[in-house]
Each structure stands twice: as structure tokens, then as C-alpha cells.
């Protein structure tokens, strides 16, 4: 049976309205870079704010796609926020991942203009697989928490998935003290965030351990 593979299409929300673009972009591309470099996956920035990030192997998908919005939300400028909506799709790989070509590219980028028509920010496609109703309310429930963060609660929530770290370790590396990290991973529901995470990335790699 045919490995499956992870598509994350995604575009800036708002875009127009960025003041900075040089440094929007130079952010995707850094992020982009650093998560294909990480699974072993390719990633493309096109059409200035939209981009696509392929994963040899599903399971870490949605957490990518949470990393990718993190650093976004970290990142906004004081009058403008930033964030993008990530269409993510699970599917059978159809050759090599960086020719962006099969399936699994097509339902990723059919979903992402499924998001531009509606209020949503994040979706998950499962080509092959029966609809999950407890899956998508998953999904919405991670879509929703990253909605109402802040751009310190994303910074730290980014640092936590780049770095199994501790909250001490973490307050060093942010040149604050320990009791502020914790506030803000609470303001974030940090904990039920990466309990959820681990569970969507057991349920990907478990179908395609059965693909």
C-alpha cells in the first residue's frame, strides 16, 4: 500500500493590510525552511503570501501547521496581527513530495479554498479515511485556541515545540522569570494543547501504520 503523506497549503490572513512584507515573507521562508528541514519535507513559499509545506510522513502534520501559525502570531506587527489558514490533507504520496503534484496537493489546496469562504482558519483532510466528527471538533477546538492567543503565548508555545525544555530553561532563553513563562503557557492552555497534538499525531501515524 502507498505511504501517506501530509500537505499543508496555507495563505496570510489579511495580507494587504502588512506594512512589513520584506519581513512577513523572510519569516515564512525561515519557518518553512526549518520545518522541511526538521521531517525531511519540502517547503514553498508562492505568490508572495501563500505557501505549501509537504511531510514524508503524516503524523506531525497538524502540529506543523500549529508551529507555522505560532511563529506568525509571535511575529505580528502592534497594528496588525498576523495569522494564516492552513489547509492540511492526508493522503497517499503519488512521487517525489517537491514536485507538489498528486491527490493528496489537490484536496490540500481545494480545502485551503474551502477556509478563504468561511470563518475557520484550520482544517484536516483525510483522503481515504471515514469521516471522524470527535477529529473535526478536534481540529476546531486547536483552531480556536490559536485564534485568541497573544504574541507572547505563541512565542513561548513555539519555543515548547522546537525544545523539550523545561519552563526554567525556557525563561532563560526568553530573558524572563519563571512564574511569567508559566502564565503565559497557561494563557495559551498550553497543557490541553499538547495533550491534543500527541493525541492527532497518534490517530495520522495509527492510519498510516493501516494504509
Do not use: C
Not at 10 to 37: C, F, M, N, T
Amino acid at each position: 500500500m502507498p505511504r501517506r503523506i501530509a500537505v499543508l497549503t496555507g495563505d496570510v490572513i489579511d495580507s494587504r493590510k502588512i506594512d512589513d512584507r520584506p519581513r512577513l515573507y523572510q519569516l515564512l521562508d525561515d519557518r518553512l525552511g526549518e520545518l522541511a528541514s526538521r521531517h525531511g519535507g519540502h517547503g514553498e513559499r508562492f505568490r508572495g503570501d501563500g505557501f505549501q509545506l509537504a511531510l514524508p510522513r503524516a503524523a506531525a502534520a497538524m502540529e506543523a501547521a500549529v508551529a507555522l501559525r505560532a511563529s506568525l502570531i509571535e511575529h505580528s506587527e502592534p497594528d496588525q496581527r498576523w495569522d494564516a489558514r492552513i489547509a492540511v490533507a492526508v493522503g497517499p504520496a503519488e512521487g517525489d513530495i517537491a514536485e507538489g503534484d498528486g491527490a493528496t496537493f489537490v484536496a490540500s489546496g481545494r480545502a485551503l479554498d474551502t477556509l478563504a469562504n468561511g470563518s475557520a482558519h484550520l482544517s484536516l483532510t483525510r483522503l481515504g479515511a471515514p469521516e471522524d466528527p470527535g477529529l473535526a471538533l478536534l481540529v476546531r477546538f486547536v483552531d480556536d485556541l490559536l485564534d485568541g492567543w497573544s504574541p507572547y503565548s505563541a512565542e513561548v508555545v513555539g519555543l515548547s515545540l522546537r525544545h523539550d525544555a523545561s519552563q526554567q530553561a525556557l525563561a532563560e532563553q526568553l530573558g524572563i522569570r519563571q512564574p511569567s513563562v508559566h502564565k503565559r503557557l497557561r494563557a495559551a492552555r498550553w497543557a490541553l494543547l499538547d495533550d491534543t497534538l500527541d493525541y492527532l499525531n497518534q490517530r495520522l501515524a495509527d492510519e498510516e501504520g493501516t494504509s
